[in-house]
């Protein structure tokens, strides 16, 4: 990966994803094949209800940062002076733009951490390596 | 406490009953320190770090075993979404059993250690924390011996009594969290068989400054460790009044060693350092708990890069190969990583290591 283009590094980064769910899916037709017993079924639901609130925790955490946004953002009204008011109408921008990168960043963290769990979870059950 | 001079790690006698903690990846680091070197100690305190070469867990993580281990670390070992999808132990006691270069691990079986998960912790969860107790016990050390606490509704942090430190609850840098107990305090009393005094009022020993560049110096674009490290020597020690019981080497967390700086987009931002400076060295309690019972402390620093060398902007201990000379073969584990040979090489010459040890 070193002093590659940004494109092929995306590119690769990619290829390496689609692979991790090229065998996501192979490996879960193999565990289907095995009739999996309801210990499994259980397990599997508690990765799904474990994934789902993390999701949920995710949005209750983003709705209480965009409240904290919006409560900045409504003290332009107070700004005194012009490079003030410059000053803040960066900040609400700013802090909007980082925001939304942040809340990206975690939600494919989620779907990172979902899959490979759910990847050596099947792997374990399959006995594969 | 301490001055602007810069002196030369210094020697003393010990009794050699040397022993270590950290925090997060201070805590994963201390972890493969404890395992790699278990001849040298006689206990060890692991806050939120999951086990011995936890990285490893699951190599079909990624079709390159360098991204393997990192999704390993961030998935598995920190944050298993399941208690099915934590580290498996079994596997990884089995490694540990194969890992070249590294102590006999029968040296575990006397030793004590202290284990802490707070419940609100989303940094290392319960899930992965726990089957550090599990590879411990695997490994032949009596359940006795350990003191594994799981039940403190704390994020993740050292835990402190300051009024200065953030909500017990709080998962954020500085990690350093206020609640009713010294952890510091615990760990060593538990490590030490609750053998030790009540912690002194006042550290009156010397706090110093040493060049740690000199420990490894083989490999400075690897080691990603800062220039400088810490030692804290208890007055009775300095005067020679009294023999060390032996060093206790504390092992900070992410975004705690004295020079962390904050990446922003990319670029350290030195103009806005975060103020953490030394306060997982002077305000976190082992300093007066080791003045009281003639324990000397050392502090390794390690610092943050963020380059195709070192990927470690958060300036974390490497528990997952981001020090390795092959990243495709990382040995960050055995007594032969960087930073591992670094911080023995440092023991060694403060406080000394068994006879036969090289």
Not at chain 1, 33 to 58: K, S, W
Not at chain 1, 85 to 107: E, G, W
Request: net charge negative; with cysteine; charged share 20%.
């Amino acid at each position: 990966m070193k002093n590659q283009h940004i494109a092929l590094a995306a590119a690769q980064v990619q290829s390496t994803q689609v692979q991790r769910c090229s065998t996501m899916v192979q490996d879960t037709v193999k565990l289907a094949m095995t009739q999996p017993d309801p210990g499994t079924f259980a397990e599997a639901a508690e990765l799904a209800r474990a994934t789902t609130e993390q999701a949920i925790g995710l949005q209750k955490q983003w709705a209480q940062d965009w409240a904290n946004w919006m409560a900045y953002a409504s003290t332009i009204s107070g700004a005194d002076t012009i490079p003030k008011i410059a000053d803040r109408s960066s900040n609400i921008v700013l802090q909007a733009q980082a925001q939304m990168a942040n809340q990206v960043t975690q939600m494919s963290e989620l779907v990172d951490n979902a899959m490979v769990s759910y990847n050596f979870w099947v792997a374990q059950k399959i006995g594969k390596d | 406490m301490l001055d602007s001079g810069v002196v030369p790690l210094p020697h003393y006698d010990t009794q050699m009953k040397h022993s270590i903690s950290g925090l997060s990846s201070g805590a994963f680091m201390t972890v493969q320190m404890h395992i790699a070197h278990s001849a040298l100690f006689v206990g060890a305190g692991v806050i939120a770090g999951g086990p011995y070469r936890a990285a490893e867990t699951f190599r079909g993580a990624a079709p390159t075993k360098p991204l393997s281990c990192i999704l390993n670390s961030l998935y598995i070992a920190m944050t298993p979404l399941t208690a099915s999808t934590a580290p498996d132990v079994d596997k990884l006691v089995a490694l540990a059993k194969e890992t070249p270069d590294i102590d006999k691990l029968d040296n575990l079986a006397g030793q004590r250690l202290y284990i802490f998960t707070g419940t609100k912790d989303r940094v290392v969860n319960q899930h992965a924390v726990r089957t550090t107790v599990e590879f411990y016990k695997e490994l032949g050390v009596d359940p006795n011996h350990i003191e594994f606490v799981q039940d403190v509704p704390a994020g993740h942090s050292i835990i402190t009594m300051n009024p200065e430190d953030s909500d017990l609850d709080k998962n954020q840098p500085p990690y350093i969290n206020r609640g009713t107990f010294i952890q510091s305090h615990d760990i060593l009393d538990q490590i030490y068989d609750h053998k030790l005094a009540p912690a002194a009022d006042h550290a009156e020993g010397d706090l110093i400054r040493f060049d740690q560049s000199e420990f490894y110096g083989h490999a400075p674009s690897q080691a990603s460790m800062a220039p400088f490290a810490y030692a804290y020597i208890p007055s009775q020690v300095r005067d020679k009044a009294e023999k060390a019981i032996g060093v206790h080497i504390v092992m900070h967390g992410c975004k705690q060693g004295y020079d962390y700086t904050n990446f922003v987009n990319g670029k350290a931002d030195i103009l806005n350092q975060p103020p953490y400076g030394d306060r997982y060295i002077t305000t976190t309690g082992y300093m007066e708990k080791g003045e009281a019972n003639n324990i000397i402390l050392l502090f390794p620093q390690v610092g943050g890069d963020d380059n195709n060398a070192v990927q470690n902007p958060d300036g974390c201990w490497d528990w997952w190969g981001y020090s390795s000379q092959d990243e495709h073969d990382p040995d960050y584990y055995s007594q032969k990583a960087v930073q591992i040979h670094a911080i023995y090489k440092m023991l060694k010459q403060l406080g000394g290591v068994p006879g036969g040890k090289k």
